[in-house]
């Protein structure tokens, strides 16, 4: 089993990151007037439907996950020209980030949100710059905006939907007793490395991760070797950033991967604000 550990306070997912798509302003195209903005306007105690989000920054903008209405290329089954489908559910056969049609398809959406940052920062008047961009599990990005320009963003035709991006609180570390799980976290269940885990990636989408904690060493205390199913030496994130060195030594063959997804840190720090992620990793 190998590990994405994903450093956040708040809702997202694998991001990448792309520089301001400048605004032009002619040729504006028209959203629907009629928006219910108490979707998008946090109340005096900073919430929405009952859920914290974070402060607004100087200018008034709040973080907010816009959803684009093609299918992410996890569940992209086929019907545009020229693009083949990528859903396990139509290949039959787990992702190959690699292969022609994941790379063509990802290349297609990643045009397409080009094109609609283009047009958001038409209609917004002013430039867009995305925080992250998704196109594996989801597809869209996210973007600092007011709520009334999250409320014009909302009525654009390509826009499947936006909501705030929410305060998540770290809740208790019995999760396998919760779940009414507590063989599986022993290890009690069948027999054989089949259903052990091998092979699978998990994503971890938490506060941080300890980097020196026993649980995250590429060789486990009973000797087991784990295996990177990118292959030996292959990571993501932070850890094949060459802007982010000082993270060569943080990825092995169980953690494969780390990003930080906090839209207001200022650092590539992916390291535990809190021993929660730590637990949830381990």
């Known amino acids: 089993m190998a590990l994405l550990v994903m450093a956040a306070a708040m809702t997202a997912a694998s991001a990448n990151q792309r520089g301001p798509i400048q605004a032009n302003h002619a040729g504006v195209e028209r959203a629907p007037a009629a928006i219910n903005m108490s979707v998008f306007s946090p109340s005096e105690d900073g919430r929405v439907d009952g859920a914290a989000v974070a402060p607004a920054d100087r200018n008034g903008r709040f973080h907010y996950i816009v959803r684009f209405n093609e299918p992410s290329l996890a569940g992209y089954e086929g019907g545009i020209e020229g693009l083949a489908p990528t859903s396990p559910r139509v290949t039959g056969q787990r992702i190959n980030m690699r292969s022609d049609a994941a790379v063509a398809y990802r290349q297609f959406l990643a045009s397409r949100h080009d094109d609609y940052l283009g047009r958001m920062a038409q209609y917004v008047k002013r430039d867009l710059r995305p925080n992250h961009q998704f196109l594996n599990v989801l597809n869209g990005l996210t973007l600092r905006l007011t709520p009334e320009e999250a409320g014009l963003v909302a009525g654009l035709p390509f826009v499947a939907g936006i909501e705030i991006d929410r305060l998540e609180e770290l809740h208790t ?110």
């Open 173 to 282: 570390d019995e999760g396998p007793t919760l779940i009414r799980a507590p063989e599986v976290w022993a290890g009690d269940t069948i027999s054989g490395i089949e259903n052990r885990g091998e092979g699978i990636i998990i994503g971890i989408i938490d506060s941080g991760f300890n980097h020196g904690h026993p649980s995250f060493t590429e060789v486990a205390s009973d000797g087991y070797v784990h295996i990177n199913p990118y292959g030996d030496g292959v990571f993501t994130g932070l850890c094949a950033d060459p802007d982010a060195p000082d993270f060569e030594d943080v990825c092995n063959n169980k953690v494969i991967g780390t990003y930080n997804l906090h839209p207001d840190s200022l650092s590539s720090d992916d390291t535990a604000a809190s021993g929660h992620g730590t637990h949830v990793g381990s």
